[in-house]
């Protein structure tokens, strides 16, 4: 049946096929028991590929840009051929009901119509480009697990979490209280708003629309997660070389000899202290041996040490890089804190307001750092947490540690963002990488049609396991005061 079919198409076949020939063979067909498979896709001659579509061969056509008949057999091999005909290069047909001319007609249609071709073609060049070939991609990443002696920085937490914990349920409850309120409100608004403006645009709908989301993250900071193929991190893109200092500065830092500096700056956004909170602060700094860079534009504080010099700007960056460096008191802004992960200095965190108080917990928990709370230090609390990361080694080494996982990547950060920003414009969107969600409904998307089904079921369970409980129960009792009667 399949041999007829061949025969009836105009093109030249070769055919891996190790059985009895066929009588129907056409003159169009030859058999060979290996077939030089990549190399045959990779000719421009191939108009089509009759596969099984195991992995294998679906990547070579895609590397090759050619269009699919998938006959799939078994394991993945139809959800290989669900996913080429979702991407329009493929055409299915099932082995056990098909004939000739099912077959035929898929032919026909894979080498006549443009339309798996062109598609072919498109899967094609998004294969190729990409910022690392696969082969250079899984040998780093086996060398890197290597290189580091394991990644349990990536490894997600859900691996040390008991039944209970892995499934949610107490978040799940949690959730269907704050979704039936949350949907509520959102309901009485958007009605309101419809009522008063006409039909309003949500911040979900413009966020929806993004083609691709760079995260200014990486997993030298990050706790493992799952995320979206739309989605790229991007951590530390703004980070480089320190450069020389200016001959003041680098006198200065110069002058501390074997202790080495600290540099301290709560950012920019933090134009002064209250008098008593710089006291207490420069206090603390004035009873460590170290040299201290502040950058500080308030009042001069009365306890100033001989060791710390105000400034009203500071080069953070070269200062953060300079082999004398360490430790950094900082309000752990991202940008500062990626400096401080580049170089390898850690850190005192004194958080403010924002993210600030989650990047300091997260710099804690990788080991890199101790944090202060400003409204209720004091010059003790800032000189013992100063003490311990400036002569506990365990904080240098972790910091070191972030430091290598942070430089060890194939791409450099800046160069992936402008990488996918340039692929973005390239293909003039990315709509393979969005995720469908974006197009369901609330009621959808929160699975509240789902939810109500497995509670339904749990209460059924519930109440049939009760009677049957129930039922035994009664029939052993029964039992029990016949034995006594006799």
Not at 108 to 125: C, G, Q
Not at 294 to 314: F, H, M, Q, S
Request: hydrophobic share 40%; net charge positive.
């Amino acid at each position: 049946m399949i041999a007829s079919a061949l025969a009836q198409i105009p093109q030249k076949v070769l055919w891996k096929y190790g059985g009895k020939k066929p009588e129907n063979l056409g003159a169009n067909t030859r058999i060979y028991e290996w077939i030089p498979q990549n190399d045959l896709l990779g000719h421009p001659k191939t108009r089509a590929f009759i596969t099984h579509c195991g992995t294998n061969g679906i990547y070579e056509a895609i590397y090759h840009g050619v269009p699919i008949v998938g006959i799939p057999m078994f394991g993945d091999q139809h959800d290989n051929v669900a996913h080429m005909k979702a991407k329009g290069t493929a055409v299915a047909v099932d082995l056990q009901r098909m004939t000739s001319a099912d077959l035929l007609n898929a032919l026909k249609a894979v080498i006549n119509n443009p339309f798996y071709k062109e598609n072919a073609m498109k899967l094609s060049r998004i294969h190729h480009d990409q910022p690392v070939k696969p082969l250079d991609r899984a040998v780093f990443w086996v060398e890197f697990v290597m290189r580091h002696k394991g990644a349990k920085h990536l490894r997600p937490a859900s691996h040390d979490l008991n039944w209970f914990q892995y499934h949610s349920l107490d978040v799940i409850g949690f959730l269907l209280a704050c979704v039936a309120t949350v949907a509520f409100l959102v309901t009485k608004c958007c009605l309101f708003c419809y009522w008063k403006f006409g039909k309003p645009t949500t911040l979900c709908e413009i966020m929806g629309k993004a083609d691709m989301w760079l995260f200014r993250s990486y997993w030298d900071f990050e706790f493992p997660q799952p995320y979206l193929p739309n989605t790229e991190f991007v951590g530390g893109l703004h980070c480089k070389p320190a450069k020389p200092l200016p001959k003041e500065l680098e006198e200065f830092v110069q002058s501390s000899g074997k202790d080495g500096v600290v540099v301290f700056t709560l950012g920019s956004m933090i134009k002064n202290l209250s008098e008593e909170k710089s006291n207490m602060i420069a206090s603390a700094l004035a009873q460590i041996p170290q040299k201290v860079l502040w950058r500080y534009t308030g009042k001069k504080p009365e306890t100033l040490g001989a060791n710390t010099r105000l400034y009203k700007w500071i080069p953070q960056n070269d200062l953060l890089g300079h082999p004398k460096t360490r430790a950094f008191i900082t309000h752990c802004g991202t940008n500062g804190i990626y400096e401080a992960i580049y170089h390898g200095v850690p850190m005192v965190g004194i958080p403010l307001f924002g993210d600030q108080h989650d990047n300091v917990a997260r710099m804690k928990a990788k080991g890199a750092a101790v944090d202060v709370d400003l409204e209720r230090m004091t010059s003790e609390n800032l000189l013992n947490a100063l003490k311990a990361v400036i002569n506990n080694p365990f904080y240098k080494e972790n910091a070191m540690k972030l430091s290598r996982i942070h430089h060890d990547q194939p791409v450099k950060p800046l160069d992936r963002a402008v990488f996918w920003v340039e692929f973005v414009m390239r293909h003039k969107g990315a709509k393979h990488l969005r995720p469908a969600f974006y197009d369901l409904t609330w009621f959808q998307h929160h699975s509240l049609d789902v939810i109500g089904f497995l509670l339904a079921c749990v209460a059924t369970v519930t109440f049939l396991v009760t009677k049957c409980c129930l039922f035994f129960c009664w029939k052993f009792s029964k039992t029990e005061k016949k034995k006594k009667r006799e």
